[in-house]
């Protein structure tokens, strides 16, 4: 069992960075890959970012490719998403998802675990 709790967000303007939490419970973390989910108001969930759970391996949306970053530290069993040059249209909330599996993956079903979520608000 993974519990997942987010953290990080908040309001930012265009062209701001924040960098998001994924802290994780649980001794399977060690072995899951991680990826990030968000959701604007009125569309579907989308993928944003995966990494292994080696960190060997990372993916990106190409919305976000070359403005966010992924990373995860075993030490703190915690996953961060960097964003930087941020846009209104990253306004979403993110969640953070675990799946017990080796490689990145982008789609949602495969995430067996699930956090609550986290408001990104980027103002123009």
């Known amino acids: 069992q993974v519990q997942l709790v987010e953290s990080g967000g908040g309001l930012v303007q265009a062209g701001g960075s924040l960098r998001l939490s994924c802290a994780a419970s649980?001794?399977?973390?060690?072995?899951?890959?991680v990826a990030w989910f968000r959701q604007a108001p009125g569309k579907a969930r989308e993928f944003v970012s995966s990494?292994?759970?080696?960190?060997?391996?990372?993916s990106f949306a190409d919305s976000v490719k070359g403005r966010f970053t992924i990373s995860r530290s075993s030490a703190k069993n915690t996953v961060y998403l960097h964003m930087n040059s941020l846009k209104p249209e990253d306004t979403a909330v993110y969640y953070c998802?675990?799946?017990?599996?080796?490689?990145?993956?982008?789609?949602?079903?495969?995430?067996?675990?699930w956090g609550q979520g986290t408001q990104v608000t980027v103002s123009s």
């Open positions: 998802a675990a799946g017990g599996f080796r490689n990145v993956a982008q789609n949602p079903r495969l995430y067996e675990y």
């Open positions: 649980g001794r399977t973390f060690s072995t899951s890959t």
């Open positions: 990494i292994s759970w080696s960190g060997g391996g990372t």
